[in-house]
């Protein structure tokens, strides 16, 4: 599976970003789409998640503010950012997680895409 994020730019506090991210594979076939973002200095954290049934989650710091949906025809996963601010400054990223089945059982696979930068200037 490959991921392309892009949306990310330089915005103002208050303001609003849409960011996508496109699957290679079908979305139908990818147990969860994710968001992470990493600040400068500071450990990657969770953003958002969507799973293949379309249920939704947040971390506390978005809640309200963050939107997670997909396109399953286009592939496309976004998140929409609205009332930004500064502390949401930082790189984000979009993760697959994709359960295979193996001759021994099933396997938990994690793909990452490259990264797409959000700039939030007070």
């Known amino acids: 599976v490959q991921l392309v994020e892009s949306g990310g730019d330089l915005v103002r506090s208050g303001g609003s970003l849409r960011l996508s991210c496109a699957s290679s594979?079908?979305?139908?076939?990818?147990?969860?789409m994710n968001w992470y973002r990493q600040a400068p200095g500071k450990r990657r954290e969770w953003v958002a998640s969507?799973?293949?049934?379309?249920?939704?989650d947040y971390a506390d710091s978005v809640k309200g503010r963050f939107a997670i949906s997909k396109d399953s025809a286009e592939n496309t996963v976004y998140l929409q950012m609205n009332s930004l601010k500064p502390d949401d400054t930082a790189v984000y990223y979009c993760?697959?997680?994709?359960?295979?089945?193996?001759?021994?059982?099933?396997?938990?696979?994690?793909?990452w895409g490259q990264g797409t930068q959000v700039t939030v200037s007070s």
């Open positions: 594979e079908s979305l139908l076939k990818i147990d969860a």
């Open positions: 969507i799973t293949k049934r379309g249920s939704t």
């Open positions: 993760k697959a997680d994709v359960t295979v089945v193996t001759i021994e059982g099933t396997a938990s696979l994690v793909y």
